[in-house]
């Protein structure tokens, strides 16, 4: 039993322990598991890719990227361009990933840049880039030339609304694709395929000679010095592609949500990504895709399941408190394990 | 009678036995010279004199000391205060935004009653600035130094330091023994003259001095009685008149190891220089070359030795790169990209690092990841190409770790491995075999042995003399160990001061070793 748990990790062993029991107080409560299980496949699909992002984040040394917020401005601006001409479908999700690749490769080469001057402390100033640029982007949105009546408010004059209906345009193209049913449970083949194309990419680039130089350059900085690596690039290269993976990710995203969110709505995004890839074993020097699927199934299957069950039992929103919780809770707790674990 | 007796004091880290029955005494106003090489177990005895923390850590120490007849046992270096010693460490233990007087008083200030003291307790009272001021003149005056005592520590000279850090240990007025570490070691020469005379003046003062030097004349010129210590043990106690610097210098270095090369042996060096290093300048802190100029054979073991400090070490981190670096090297013929690590190891030099686990290892990845990454990156090796993309190939790399395991006799569990996970020597045979690896033609290896078991050196040393034998590798050792230098190796260069103070076989007298590695010229004093 404790090799069980020394292997599998105290904290994942936590977390496995709690949702069994919220499970089975579901069934006990008569709420429809089919339900809850399609949920979880959906809101894995839609948050896998913005918790893949910080694989290469990692993987080159920059820590947790939790200026994940960059990448998914540079994603929303992508789909509002593709939504202001008028595109839908396959058509305008693709346009909308075309438009946000340039943007966020130039973002994130910038932000590499100046994470190379402030080595050591990535993460803190990562968070605080992030809150700058959301709070620039309010700005930007309010003065942004968008016509089309779907981005700007109803009742006419400049800026975009906070919340964009993807109704008209792009809502569920991936969800839908090849979609089939397994009793009551929906499958949304689309959706999951597209996390695994991507998951795909970032294994196989982890097993190439680029990849690795990438990997040791972040794992011991003077050891990939010494071997003739420039670990400067290394980095900026981790941190481009992690901010494609954030634009990639949210318009993955707001396809399945159905919306895309203006304004302050990145701030959120980064930490339930931190949170889920370190529930997943991975640590501050080393992540792998089998930490993104198994912490992006746990701790989004917590709170599908954890909301229906809690409201049920205690009225209001304790399931948002419960997620906040749960979520800067495993931050800090790997926050003070240096080592993390190995999965 | 003796103001400090030690008797018998031993001392072990673990399984490594430090100091072995060391005894010294020392009179009142008496200088006494403690010397030896870098290990030679000074710093521990000072520690276990001053009440350092990490001695009781490590379980304390055997044996006693006397003040004055009386046991002296110190636990914290409150205690070796309390007792009137004081020392001056090797760095400065100063706080640059404080004045003079503040550095001096510091911890001791002068303090006089206010009213909040009169309620919450004497932690309130408030500085005697005056009174403390007039107790930094006078110790100051006391060193001859004449320098304002309201003056910030940021900015002096380096000789001011070293003054001051003087002017607060006599401060403290039950000082009666004052242990100096290497304190010439950051003077120039003038400043050093006059510091020696300062260091006269104290023990006509009744002062007691422990004199920690590497610089043998300065010993000689200064003390009164010397202590020579080797691998932990008392090798020389004797009054200064009565032996002289060269004699110093053969019983500090010693013959530690028997040595068992063949003379005879055909080696096969070529008349044919593989590597010339001229004016060779590398910025490393601590370890700073400061234009040194060296050829090495094709096919030879050289050595490369010194004390701590001396830039034995920037050496073949300047080479490989590492370290800010100007000059010139030529490999082969050809000049090599200086500050290029990628450069040096593609013209076929390997590097084995004095930090195995900062450097030279990645502690949390498989040992087969471990031996063939270098070549890896470098080389292109233990790769396939599949579409666009080179992916590494998992069965390459496996077969490949498993070679050098058996060759090398590395004692894992299995490729699969962590690094961490192993001692210290195989650890470095790791290593030895990612540089292997790479086919080296030179092979730069810096400090080998440290933090390895005695049994394992011996293996970690042999597998060098084997590449060099089988293989043609050209190695170049930097040492700490002279004894294993002289082992291995067909040339010594002895490093001083930044720069090669001599070259020498490895039969060379202890002498000759001893004045090399102290910086003085072996002409001078021969003749």
Not at chain 2, 286 to 303: F, Q
């Amino acid at each position: 039993m404790k090799d069980f748990i020394n292997r599998i990790g105290l904290p994942r062993f936590i977390i496995i322990i709690f949702l069994i029991f919220l499970m089975a107080l579901a069934i006990y409560l008569n709420i429809p598991l089919s339900d809850v299980i399609t949920d979880i496949l959906v809101r894995f699909g839609m948050n896998a890719i913005l918790v893949l992002a910080m694989v290469p984040g990692i993987q080159a040394g920059i820590g947790m990227n939790f200026n994940l917020p960059l990448g998914i401005i540079c994603g929303l601006i992508g789909a509002l361009i593709s939504i202001e001409f008028k595109l839908s479908g396959f058509t305008g999700l693709f346009v909308s990933i075309l438009i946000a690749l340039p943007l966020a490769a130039i973002g994130g080469y910038l932000y590499g840049k100046m994470l190379n001057s402030v080595k050591g402390q990535e993460m803190t100033v990562g968070n605080y880039v992030g809150y700058s640029i959301v709070s620039f982007m309010c700005i930007f949105w309010l003065l942004a030339p968008f016509k089309s009546p779907e981005l700007i408010w109803a009742y006419g004059g400049n800026g975009l609304r906070v919340t964009v209906s993807l109704e008209s345009s792009t809502s569920h193209v991936l969800n839908n694709f090849l979609a089939f049913k397994i009793g009551k449970v929906t499958v949304p083949t689309g959706l999951l395929l597209f996390f695994a194309i991507f998951a795909f990419l970032v294994w196989i680039y982890s097993q190439s000679n680029k990849g690795l130089s990438m990997i040791v350059a972040g794992s011991n900085a003077k050891f990939a010095l010494s071997n003739g690596i420039d670990v400067d690039k290394q980095r900026i290269k981790g941190t481009v592609f992690s901010t494609v993976l954030a634009a990639i990710g949210i318009i993955v995203y707001s396809q399945s949500f159905g919306f895309l969110q203006l304004y302050n709505a990145p701030l959120y995004s980064a930490m339930p990504a931190a949170a889920a890839i370190l529930i997943g074993g991975a640590s501050l020097k080393r992540a792998t895709i089998v930490h993104v699927l198994i912490g992006t199934i746990l701790f989004q299957s917590l709170l599908v399941v954890a909301l229906p069950v809690i409201n049920v039992i205690a009225e209001g929103t304790m399931s948002e408190v419960i997620r906040v919780i749960v979520s800067n809770g495993i931050i800090l707790y790997a926050l003070t394990r240096e080592g993390g674990s190995a999965a | 009678m003796d103001l400090l007796q030690i008797k018998d004091i031993s001392k072990s880290y673990e399984e490594n036995r430090v100091l072995k029955n060391v005894s010294l005494s020392i009179k009142e106003g008496e200088i006494h010279g403690l010397v030896g090489e870098n290990g030679a177990g000074k710093s521990t005895l000072m520690n276990i004199l001053f009440g350092m923390p990490v001695i009781h850590s490590t379980g304390g120490y055997e044996g006693e000391m006397l003040i004055d007849g009386k046991p002296y046992k110190p636990t914290t270096p409150e205690d070796a205060m309390a007792a009137g010693i004081g020392m001056v460490h090797q760095e400065f233990m100063l706080i640059p935004g404080f004045t003079i007087t503040e550095n001096i008083k510091l911890n001791r200030e002068k303090t006089l009653p206010t009213f909040l003291s009169k309620i919450f307790g004497n932690r309130l009272e408030k500085l005697d600035t005056e009174a403390m001021a007039k107790d930094a003149r006078e110790a100051l005056k006391k060193l001859d130094m004449d320098i304002d005592e309201y003056v910030p520590v940021a900015g002096l000279p380096v000789g001011h330091m070293q003054f001051i850090e003087i002017a607060r240990e006599i401060d403290k007025s039950k000082l009666r023994l004052l242990i100096l570490d290497e304190p010439t070691a950051v003077l120039t020469e003038s400043e050093a003259d006059k510091f020696l005379e300062v260091i006269k003046k104290l023990s006509q003062m009744g002062i007691a001095i422990l004199f920690i030097s590497h610089r043998l004349d300065e010993i000689k010129q200064i003390t009164d009685s010397i202590t020579v210590l080797r691998d932990g043990e008392v090798v020389a106690n004797v009054k200064t008149d009565e032996i002289d610097v060269k004699e110093i210098a053969r019983l500090m270095v010693g013959r530690k190891v028997e040595l068992s090369k063949k003379e005879d042996e055909d080696r096969g060096i070529k008349d044919e220089n593989i590597l010339e290093i001229k004016d060779l300048r590398v910025n490393m802190p601590g370890e700073e070359v400061k234009g040194l100029s060296l050829t090495v054979k094709k096919g030879e073991i050289l050595g490369i030795g010194g004390l701590a400090g001396q830039g034995k070490l920037g050496i073949a981190n300047g080479i490989m790169g590492l370290y800010e670096t100007s000059g010139s090297i030529v490999k082969d013929g050809k000049e090599l990209h200086l500050n290029n690590p990628r450069e040096a190891l593609k013209s076929s030099i390997a590097f084995l690092s004095e930090d195995r686990r900062g450097v030279g290892l990645l502690l949390d990845d498989s040992i087969e990841f471990n031996i063939a990454f270098s070549s890896l990156e470098i080389q292109d090796n233990f790769l396939k190409q599949v579409g666009p993309l080179k992916l590494i190939d998992k069965k390459k790399v496996r077969e490949h770790a498993n070679r050098m395991i058996e060759e090398l006799d590395i004692r894992c569990t299995g490729p699969k491995q962590r690094a961490r996970a192993l001692s210290g020597g195989n650890q470095q045979k790791v290593c030895i075999a990612r540089a292997l690896s790479l086919n080296p033609d030179l092979l730069l290896v810096s400090e080998p042995t440290r933090g390895i078991d005695i049994g394992a050196k011996k293996l970690v040393l042999d597998t060098l003399v084997k590449l060099n034998r089988e293989r043609g590798v050209t190695v170049i050792i930097t040492s700490s160990e002279l004894g294993e230098l002289r082992q291995v190796s067909d040339r010594i260069a002895i490093i001083y001061d930044g720069k090669v103070a001599g070259i020498l076989p490895p039969d060379a007298s202890d002498e000759e070793f001893g004045l090399l590695m102290a910086g003085e010229d072996l002409k001078k004093v021969v003749n």
